[in-house]
Antibody, heavy 123, light 107 residues
């Protein structure tokens, strides 16, 4: 069974930093792209970013709203992906989800989601 | 960025009804579209990928169609467990973008 378990959420002041972790199991972690997505309270879903697999040089993509402030990394030996969040703003308050990239007919899509971890940015 | 517009934003339906949700992309995305179901307090669950391929383990009452800019998700016979919010997402190009969601409520 595919499992993704996020950790590291909590309360942080504006301008602060936080690092989220996600541990994957039940699949060959190193084969997959991994995404982060978020959902502000009572709002819709927002894609945050992606890290590709080793075959694709671990290259990354980010949403404009987080580019330059957030950074995604992964450690395939630990079956884990990370989201380093710096210069946090109140509008970054959200549940953050770790998402596995599944491969369809040509592109990777978000196929399995973790349970999420809440990040609250407030003074 | 590609804008994804879902309609309606909410609908009321009864058990046994056929329900159709529409997603429109601001530019062509081929068939690179996924549909999710999300229940309150839970993570999204993928239902359909590549616009019309049923995700493993998802019941066949869910179906998807479309290509280019116009897509639909259909629930053939609504059941109590299907009351939820549904989202589409394009994965043709970055940034990946979601529709605003469609909340399916009980009439």
């Amino acid at each position: 069974e595919v499992q993704l378990v996020e950790s590291g959420g909590g309360l942080v002041q504006p301008g602060g930093s936080l690092r989220l972790s996600c541990a994957g199991s039940g699949f060959t972690f190193s084969d997959h792209y991994m995404d982060w997505a978020r959902q502000a309270p009572g709002k819709g879903l927002e894609w945050v970013g992606r890290i590709r697999n080793k075959a694709n040089s671990y290259s990354k993509e980010y949403a404009a709203s987080v580019k330059g402030r957030f950074s995604i990394s992964r450690d395939d030996s630990q079956n884990s992906v990370y989201l380093q969040m710096n210069s946090l703003k109140t509008e970054d308050t959200a549940v953050y989800y770790c998402v596995r990239g599944g491969y369809g007919s040509g592109h990777y899509f978000s196929d399995c989601w973790g349970q999420g971890t809440l990040v609250t940015v407030s003074s | 960025d590609i804008q994804m517009t879902q309609s309606p934003s909410s609908l009321s339906a009864s058990v046994g009804d056929r329900v159709t949700i529409t997603c429109r992309a601001s530019q062509g995305i081929s068939n690179y579209l996924v549909w999710f179901q999300q229940k309150p307090g839970k993570a999204p669950k993928s239902l359909i990928y590549d616009a019309s391929s049923l995700q493993s383990g998802v019941p066949s009452k869910f179906s998807g169609s479309g290509s280019g800019t116009d897509f639909t998700l259909t629930i053939s016979s609504l059941q109590p467990e299907d009351f939820a919010t549904y989202y589409c997402q394009q994965y043709n190009s970055y940034p990946l973008t979601f529709g605003g969601g469609t909340k399916v409520e009980s009439k």
